[in-house]
């Protein structure tokens, strides 16, 4: 038996109280509402209007909640240059985290219907203005382009004209001088290409011991006188009419290197007594 005698009623009462919930009455509270909180409708700002808050275009400016001014204070040491670096923090209200979360429900819908890639308007923006950015930097190439030609064509001119000049003013001895030179440039020029063509082989020559030189000569032999073999044989192939053909342009071509050797003669003949007539004038 217990003690206490009246244990067994007093147990099951403090137990009943315990388990049951309080009831929630229908009167209306007399608690007033807070200050920063929108009102309950028409709440719709197009701008968030203060300075120390900046907003991303893709927020919507119902999630922060109204302010006294563009300058009033968030709270204590919030701000961009001071200690508190999140001053966004003292500017939203009760239903911020609603109108948040909604804005993000949004943009995840729109990027799945796109494929799983964010939908970024700035960024066509950017590829338009850097498409016309590339555009107006090839006109200005070309422009440049053209002005340099346009440059060199006139020093190019300059130069010729300034040569003609000189030319014009220089006396018949000067003209003369002037002429050799330019006929040993193109003479020297003439020989160094000649020798650029025909040094390798001179050099590979030189180099070459008695057996290699031995064996180069018997290779050229045997060319030569496989191409006398194969022209012999074209010969005999040719018929009457073939073989009068080429009888007769053999004929004229010795004729035309007579003919030419016989006007270079005539041409030194020519020139020898105009030579010695101006030796003469000069003495």
Not at 5 to 34: A, E, H, Y
Not at 164 to 192: A, H
């Amino acid at each position: 038996m217990s003690k206490n005698p009246l244990r067994s009623f007093i147990q099951p009462v403090i137990l009943r109280r315990l388990c049951d919930k309080p009831k929630l009455s229908n009167k209306p509270s007399n608690t007033p509402r807070p200050p920063k909180d929108p009102p309950d409708e028409g709440y719709k700002p197009t701008s968030v209007d203060h300075n120390g808050i900046d907003v991303p275009p893709f927020v919507r400016p119902s999630s922060f909640r109204q302010f006294s001014g563009p300058d009033e204070k968030l709270g204590p040491g919030a701000g961009k240059a001071l200690p508190y670096k999140n001053p966004t923090y003292f500017g939203y209200h009760r239903f911020s985290f609603m109108e948040l979360t909604a804005t993000a429900v949004e943009l995840r819908d729109e990027r799945r219907l796109d494929g799983g890639l964010q939908a970024a308007i700035e960024a066509d923006e950017e590829t338009e203005c850097g498409e016309a950015q590339l555009e107006t930097m090839k006109k200005l190439e070309g422009e440049c382009d053209a002005i340099l030609s346009n440059q060199a064509k006139k020093i190019q001119q300059a130069k010729s004209s300034a040569e003609e000049k000189c030319l014009q003013e220089m006396s018949e001895e000067e003209l003369k001088e002037w002429c050799k030179k330019k006929e040993e440039d193109i003479k020297k020029k003439e020989q160094e290409k000649k020798e650029c063509k025909s040094s390798p082989k001179e050099k590979k020559i030189q180099d070459m011991s008695e057996e290699e030189l031995k064996a180069w000569c018997q290779k050229k032999e045997e060319d030569i006188k496989k191409k006398e073999q194969e022209k012999e044989k074209k010969i005999q192939d040719m018929s009457e009419e073939e073989l009068k053909a080429w009888c007769q342009k053999k004929e004229e071509d010795i004729k035309k290197k007579e003919q030419q050797k016989k006007d270079e003669e005539t041409k030194a003949c020519a020139e020898k007594p105009k030579c010695e007539g101006d030796e003469n004038k000069k003495d």
